[in-house]
């Protein structure tokens, strides 16, 4: 059971906004920033957003974050079936000294 | 351009040892605090352990305290993972990363496989 919660799944239609929340406590979302990663199969997790909301060169502005108490979400906007892949949240634990990672979602464009 | 390279995945017998080791290159790696993160067959990320720049602290996940130890060579580029009384849930693909926490400097590598069997 991982410390940050995620929806299992998302989908969504080319062209649509996709939400994903990533939903922790006080020690973790609450008090240190939050990463986003896209991540294919076979392939090295890749950086979408940094520090809550920061993104990275080269990342479309399609993908946006999000901060709120103990909560995260990332956005997709004008979805693309290049996007259907794994997404995790991730931030560092005070309480248990330690990196923590949310779930994961897969998302499916349909 | 940034490479990390890991390397010392294989099959092992629980209860066995292996030693992982990932050597860097395109970033200052002395500067760099290193993080190990695996990913179980059909299992989301799992962070595993990270180690200071210096190598002077370390943490670790609860999964894996006490029977894993991380370490770096400053002088080599190279961080390692020493994973001792390996159990059949520690099967994954471990990579190894320089997380880009506050910056947008975050690399990994490909991935090195662990199967305990």
């Known amino acids: 059971q991982s410390v940050l919660t995620q929806p299992p799944s998302a989908s969504g239609t080319p062209g649509q906004t996709v939400t994903i929340s990533c939903s922790g406590g006080?020690?973790?979302?609450?008090?240190?920033?939050v990463n986003w990663y896209q991540h294919l199969p076979g392939t090295a997790p890749k950086l979408l957003i940094y520090?809550?909301?920061q993104r990275p060169s080269g990342v479309p502005d399609r993908f946006s974050g999000s901060t709120s108490g103990n909560s995260a979400a990332l956005a997709i906007s004008g979805l693309q079936s290049e996007d259907e892949a794994d997404y995790y949240c991730?931030?560092?634990?005070?309480?248990?000294?330690?990196?923590?990672f949310g779930g994961g979602t897969k998302l499916t464009v349909l | 351009e940034v490479q990390l390279l890991e390397s010392g995945g294989g099959l092992i017998q629980p209860g066995g040892s292996l030693r992982l080791s990932c050597t860097v290159s395109?970033?200052?790696?002395?500067?760099?605090?290193m993080t190990w993160v695996r990913q179980a067959p059909g299992k989301g990320l799992e962070w595993v352990s990270v180690?200071?720049?210096?190598?002077?602290?370390?943490n670790y996940a609860k999964s894996v305290k006490g029977r894993f130890t991380i370490s770096r060579d400053n002088s080599k580029n190279t961080v390692f993972l020493q994973m001792n009384s390996l159990r059949d849930e520690d099967t994954a693909k471990y990579y190894c990363?320089?997380?880009?926490?506050?910056?947008?400097?975050?690399?990994w590598g490909q991935g090195t496989l662990v199967t305990v069997s």
């Open positions: 990363a320089k997380l880009g926490v506050v910056d947008p400097h975050d690399y």
């Open positions: 395109g970033f200052t790696f002395s500067d760099s605090g």
């Open positions: 180690i200071s720049k210096k190598g002077d602290v370390t």
């Open positions: 006080r020690s973790n979302i609450g008090s240190n920033s």
């Open positions: 520090s809550d909301n």
């Open positions: 991730t931030t560092w634990d005070g309480s248990l000294s330690g990196r923590v």
